[in-house]
């Protein structure tokens, strides 16, 4: 039997400030008239637009109420971002690794032993080599 492993993994982060500021064009809110609406400061929600600072959950709630877009679908999409962007700097660390990984002669031994995965793919096994170094 084989197993496919299929998954989505963007190079790219979206802030979720695009997804208010969308929702707030739609709605043909100001920033101002949103924190009147949510008691955020301007400055807050000029953070979050321009995707400086983040939703938190007291946050998504406040926005919850103002627009009627449930606080978890405000939450879900910090998430996302920050899991995306935890993503792409270990993807940049593997990058910035391989050459020191092609320095380590013993891989063989260590896929041997059962300690890392037999792979030609130099990004699997710098991948492979920071799990057994930690």
């Known amino acids: 039997m084989i197993e496919t492993k299929l998954s989505y993994n963007p190079?790219?982060?979206?802030?979720?400030?695009?997804?208010?500021?969308?929702?707030?064009?739609?709605?043909?809110?100001?920033?101002?008239?949103?924190?009147?609406?949510?008691?955020?400061?301007?400055?807050?929600?000029s953070q979050i637009v321009n995707g400086v600072a983040p939703i938190t959950s007291d946050t998504a709630?406040?926005?919850?109420?103002?627009?009627?877009?449930?606080?978890?679908?405000?939450?879900?999409?910090?998430?996302?971002?920050?899991?995306?962007?935890?993503?792409i700097a270990l993807e940049k660390r593997i990058t910035d690794e391989i050459a020191e990984s092609k320095k380590i002669t013993c891989y063989s031994e260590l896929v041997k032993?059962?300690?890392?995965?037999?792979?030609?793919?130099w990004n699997e096994k710098t991948k492979n080599l920071l799990r057994f170094f930690e």
């Open 11 to 45: 190079n790219f982060a979206v802030h979720p400030g695009e997804s208010l500021k969308n929702e707030m064009e739609f709605l043909h809110l100001s920033q101002v008239e949103l924190s009147q609406r949510t008691g955020l400061s301007e400055k807050c929600i």
């Open 61 to 87: 709630i406040k926005l919850e109420l103002a627009l009627g877009t449930p606080a978890v679908f405000w939450n879900n999409l910090q998430k996302n971002y920050d899991l995306n962007m935890a993503r």
């Open 113 to 121: 032993l059962g300690f890392a995965e037999n792979t030609s793919d």
